[in-house]
């Protein structure tokens, strides 16, 4: 069964929300996966989605109210197939936990899985206004249709 992580910084905004796109086209297009997601920092540990991104996930119809963030660990890196990271940072700093290069081939921008899209990385919405998290939905939304097709 393919796994899947998602990767941002604080685990609160950019990849829960990812978490519940690709888990609803995924199961959409019946595929056996598993999935989780976490960020790079531990700050959020224990707590729910973001206030606005539950809102505009639930509006959206894919409501992400039972996610609970956790930081990175290592064992991640074996764990899982995919780690698709929302921007450089994280790919950085993911990168610098890997230990071998079969752990860093798993790791891959989310945006590059939509090479049409207008930028390649999700923009981090946490000190902005809703608007930012519109914005996160459709880079994230036009990225994991791409991904779940190549998996299949
Ligand atoms: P995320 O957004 O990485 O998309 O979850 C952030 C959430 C919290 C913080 C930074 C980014 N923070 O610094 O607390």
Not at 64 to 85: G, T
């Amino acid at each position: 069964m393919t796994k899947i992580l998602t990767v941002c910084l604080g685990n609160i905004c950019r990849s829960p929300m990812a978490e519940g796109i690709i888990t609803h086209i995924a199961r959409r297009e019946n595929l056996e996966f598993e999935i989780d997601s976490c960020g790079t920092g531990g700050w959020h540990a224990g707590e729910k989605p973001d206030p606005r991104a539950r809102q505009y996930m639930k509006a959206s119809g894919i409501p992400i109210d039972h996610l609970r963030a956790r930081q990175i660990r290592e064992s991640d890196l074996d764990y899982f197939d995919h780690i698709l990271v929302m921007d450089n940072s994280n790919y950085q700093n993911v990168l610098n936990l890997c230990k071998n290069d079969a752990q860093r081939q798993k790791v891959k921008l989310m945006l590059s899985y939509w090479p049409e899209s207008p930028i390649q990385e999700v923009p981090d919405p946490y000190y902005g206004g809703e608007e930012g998290f519109a914005q996160v939905f459709y880079l994230l939304e036009n990225a994991a249709l791409n991904f779940v097709k190549s998996l299949k």
